[in-house]
């Protein structure tokens, strides 16, 4: 098992955050920066708010009993706004967006400036009457509406306002008197984040009041009894934080004089309180000598401001500032400890620090004295302090939150792998230390710890369960960063044996709970598809460890995954499931490519599901596409036997199937042909056999002699008779017909055999021979065939030689007398033949006779028709019928070419007659003997004549150049010369 960890365990070592990187305090460089805005005006600041990189300022103008209101645009470097009152000037209040401002007035005077609309600002009367001391708006109405306003006085009372672009401002209306002797000095209108609820918080010297309700104000206010907070105190003041202005606020801080309570917000539902993880920071003597005198906070650190200095603490609203559970104030060393930046104001500031403010829009930090405002920002994103320092809060076991200082950490360091996966291995380390093994082996997953180390780390504490998340969470991690390097697929390959293995345990364990089972099962069954889409499981290794380790289903359904169908049957057959055997067979692979899955696995269905094997196979048959070669399924046909066959069916299978292949889909393969006459020959009865080979006579396609010898061993003797006359031995047919007894098939056999009458009339002697010999009434039987007609060819007198030397001649009287009359007749026939072929000789003797005293007058003018010489002038042949004259060597010439071409066999046999007699003539000297061979030569030529007779009707069909000429005369045609 160490093998495989190496192998698939990645090489990098940890970072040793453990010495290098975990140091507490200050990173070398400043984290934070004041930079001084440069801001045009005279005079002393009062106040100062900002929104949306809009400042606006109270200022004390120099010896002069007035002050003057001033709206600094940071992006424009303008002024939009700069107003002078003869009354003292309480507050001015901003918006987020920097589009409306209220200025306030000791009074009770307040005004009103469109930022984007006005130059001017416009006294509002219906707003007078009050000194306002907080404004809560509502964020999410239309920026140059206003909509709902909250003020709050300076009597602790609460008053709607609302603003319209078209209509102004309406009259306000008292919402609530929070009866408390001081004024209203934060108030914040925020939304639910479903139902349409709204929450108003507000606060006075030692109180926060939190009023939930909707969906308008007044359903708000509704609520008498709302949330409270108290904290010892005579001045308040409420920060929340939020990522933008369009999310809530995530955490508040809220200072009074004793301390500062600070915590979580959660808008998720309608609650009573959306304040969450509440804890307390109570001022000591140690944090500062002078005292507090603002503070803004962002997502994890606090922005504290004192008359001299500015502190930066890196600790998240809402998180414990102590470690330890029995104390309440926080030591020296643990503000030291959080302490990321400080820094004194220097003479440059002009004076003591006033307050700070931030931006929501920008998220900038602001402080401003009484002659200067410095903006505060971060030089380094905090990536190079803070997320050490919660790294080490989070390895703090005395520390409560430390999962939560982990996640913080974590949230530092994102975009920078190095360091998130520092952070990551300190919270694998954290979950295995307090037992949550689950979450870290989620961890685990994502660092660039030792992979080996962390394995080893869960089977030593014998985690497997925790293991095997462990690997799924790798395999996820290492699948998003996978390349096409051979060495990566290969570890994911092993990683998802692996996790196949565990998984086939945890499926082992669970077989006594159904639940579990089903639960792993299920986890298993979407692992294997996932990865197996993803080409990463080695299919043959993993078939390997289903057949070893799982519940044979497991196996059959990853094969059926894979669509490894010689699998799935083979499987199914293996546990004697040949019904789903035979249902993968015919469902799924009705295609060529699976033909050699029919042949493997039908010699062992057979046995076991005949009706529906055969079915299939007539199926593939007569579909469109037939791909089953008949004669391969043989071997299973060999195998079947009646047997087999289920309750209620007693049809042969076998059969059934070559029946229908020759009968109905005409196969002529002679195997088939012959696999079928040996079951008709297995059976009792030879019905089948018979009909198969009589239908199959006069062209069978199987073997003759196969099913010769196949009949003869199984005895069947009617089938033996039609074998011997399929083969055209008759007479061995007869005899076999005979030998079995079988005189009427005997009989069939000799009347239909092709022979010629002399051979039947052998074959019904047989008969006779068998009948007069073997039965009882054997001359009677005889007797009664040749009455009645049975045998054509056969008379009395050919059957007597075979009758016993004693029988009654009066049994077959009549025939003896019908058998002599018949003699008289062909008798009489004969004679009046004889008479006639007499007659006929006598009528060619005398056409003899009248010939040789023929002659035929020939002119002295007359030429050969040949040549067209004189005939006189040479041996001359005459034909009387037609008048033609040939030179005898002009006929001989003629008839000589004709049968050259003539190729039959008359023609060539009286070719070489002619040569024959020619050669005779010139060997011979004798004057008679060539007379002799002379006269006969002349009777060939003398036969027929070449312009009139058959030689010149034969000649229709000879082209009119021969062969021989064919080139000469084609010359003949060729033009020489140029043209």
């Known amino acids: 098992k160490l093998q495989f960890l190496y192998f698939i365990g990645y090489t990098m070592a940890d970072w040793d955050y453990e010495e290098d990187h975990m140091q507490y305090g200050v990173s070398e460089g400043e984290m934070f920066q004041l930079e001084e805005i440069e801001i045009p005006f005279e005079g002393t600041i009062r106040q100062l708010t900002v929104c949306n990189d809009t400042l606006a300022l109270i200022v004390d103008e ?77 964020n999410s109405d239309n920026q140059v509406c206003g909509g709902s306003i909250l003020l709050g006085d300076v009597n602790g009372c609460i008053y709607e306002v609302k603003h319209d672009a078209k209509t102004g401002w309406k009259p306000k209306k008292q919402m609530t008197a929070l009866n408390v002797d001081s004024p209203v000095t934060s108030l914040h209108i925020e939304k639910f984040e479903a139902g349409g609820h709204l929450l108003v918080i507000a606060t006075a010297s030692s109180r926060l009041f939190q009023y939930v309700g909707g969906p308008t104000l007044d359903a708000v206010f509704a609520n008498d009894t709302p949330s409270l907070r108290e904290m010892p105190g005579t001045h308040s003041d409420l920060r929340m934080y939020r990522k933008s202005i369009n999310e809530p606020p995530i955490v508040f801080a809220w200072s009074t004089k004793a301390g500062i309570m600070h915590g979580k917000m959660n808008f998720s539902k309608r609650q009573d309180t959306v304040l969450t993880s509440e804890t307390v920071l109570s ?27 500015i502190q930066v603490i890196a600790q998240p609203p809402g998180l414990s500032w102590v470690a330890s559970n029995s104390r309440e104030k926080l030591q020296p060393h643990e503000i030291k400890q959080r302490t990321v930046w400080s820094k004194p104001f220097s003479a440059g500031f002009h004076n003591e620090g006033r307050n700070i403010v931030q931006d929501v829009i920008t998220g900038k930090t602001y402080i401003y004295s009484t002659k200067s405002v410095h903006e505060l920002y971060d030089t380094n994103s905090n990536n190079n302090v803070t997320w050490k320092s919660f790294l080490e809060r989070a390895m703090d076991p005395k520390e409560r939150d430390r999962e939560t200082y982990f996640q913080i950490a974590a949230d530092l360091c994102k975009g920078e792998p190095e360091k998130t996966a520092c952070v990551n291995s300190a919270l694998g380390d954290f979950y295995f230390e307090v037992e949550e093994y689950g979450q870290a082996a989620r961890v685990y997953s994502t660092t660039t710890k030792s992979f080996e180390e962390i394995v080893i780390k869960f089977i030593k504490n014998n985690k497997m369960d925790e293991l095997l998340g462990f690997l799924l969470y790798r395999l996820k991690f290492m699948e998003s960063r996978i390349q096409t ?45 996932y990865y197996l889409d993803l080409n990463f499981l080695d299919k043959s290794t993993i078939c390997d460890l289903l057949a070893s380790l799982a519940n044979p289903e497991e196996l059959l359904y990853f094969v059926e995954l894979l669509k490894d169908y010689r699998r799935v049957i083979a499987q199914h057959v293996t546990h004697g499931e040949y019904e789903s055997a035979m249902s993968i067979l015919t469902e799924h692979c009705f295609s060529e490519q699976y033909d050699e899955l029919w042949y493997q696995f039908s010699p062992r269905l057979i046995q076991h599901a005949p009706v529906a094997l055969v079915t299939g196979w007539m199926r593939v048959e007569h579909g469109k596409r037939p791909f089953l070669k008949p004669p391969r399924l043989i071997p299973a046909l ?90 055209q031995l008759y007479e061995d047919a007869v005899r076999f017909a005979l030998a079995t007894g079988d005189t009427k098939l005997a009989k069939m056999v000799a009347e239909e055999s092709d022979e010629d009458d002399a051979n039947k009339k052998r074959f019904w002697m047989c008969i006779v021979q068998h009948i007069v010999k073997n039965h009882r009434n054997g001359v009677k039987e005889v007797i009664d065939m040749l009455r009645d007609r049975e045998c054509r060819v056969l008379e009395l007198e050919d059957i007597l030689p075979y009758f016993p030397d004693f029988v009654y001649i009066q049994d077959f009287k009549d025939e003896i007398c019908e058998s002599l009359g018949g003699y008289n007749k062909k008798l009489d026939i004969l004679k009046k033949g004889m008479d006639e072929v007499t007659r006929s000789a006598e009528g060619i003797k005398e056409d003899i006779s009248d010939l040789k005293n023929d002659y035929f007058y020939v002119r002295e003018q007359d030429s050969c028709i040949e040549c067209s010489h004189l005939v006189l002038a040479r041996d001359f042949c005459v034909f009387s019928a037609c ?92 033009l020489d010369g140029d043209y």
């Open 62 to 138: 120099p010896n002069k009993k007035k002050w003057r209101v001033i709206v600094y645009n940071l992006t424009t470097l303008k002024k939009p706004l700069s107003k002078t009152m003869d009354d003292n000037v309480h507050k001015i209040f901003m918006d987020a967006r920097g589009v409306h401002l209220i200025i306030s007035l000791n009074s009770g005077d307040n005004y009103y400036v469109n930022l984007h609309k006005d130059e001017k600002a416009s006294k509002c009367s219906q707003i007078s009457g009050i000194v306002i001391e907080s404004v809560g708006w509502d």
């Open 283 to 309: 001022f000591d003597t140690t944090m500062s000598e002078s005292p507090l005198k603002g503070l803004t906070i962002s997502e994890h650190h606090f922005f504290l401001l004192y008359a001299d200095r």
């Open 485 to 529: 390097r051979l060495q990566e697929r290969s570890q994911l390959c092993c990683l998802c044996t692996w996790v196949t293995q565990l998984y086939l345990v945890q499926l082992n364990d669970a077989m006594g709970d159904e639940e579990k089972y089903e639960e792993v099962q299920y986890e298993f069954h979407t692992f294997i598809e």
């Open 638 to 727: 060999i195998k079947y036997h009646v047997k087999y066959n289920p309750p209620g069916v007693t049809k042969n299978q076998a059969i059934r199937y070559l029946q229908w292949l020759v009968d109905d889909q005409g196969n002529k393969d002679k195997a088939i042909h012959n696999m079928l006459l040996s079951l008709y020959a297995k059976q009792n009865d030879d019905t089948d056999l018979l009909r198969f080979l009589q239908e199959h006579m006069d062209n069978p396609i199987y073997d003759l002699k196969y099913a010769l010898r196949l009949c003869l061993t199984e005895e069947k003797h009617r089938a033996c008779v039609h074998i011997y006359s399929a083969l």
């Open 883 to 974: 008048g033609h004259i040939f030179h005898e060597k002009c006929l001989l010439a003629k008839v000589k070419k004709y049968l050259d071409e003539d190729s039959s066999d008359d023609g060539l046999r009286m070719m070489k007659s002619i040569r024959q007699l020619e050669d005779r003539m010139r060997d011979t000297e004798s004057e008679s003997r060539q007379r002799s061979i002379h006269s006969e030569l002349q009777g060939f030529l003398s036969n027929d004549c070449p312009y009139c007779g058959d030689m010149q009707i034969n000649e229709i069909g000879q082209p009119f150049i021969s062969e021989r000429d064919k080139l000469r005369e084609v010359g003949s045609w060729r």
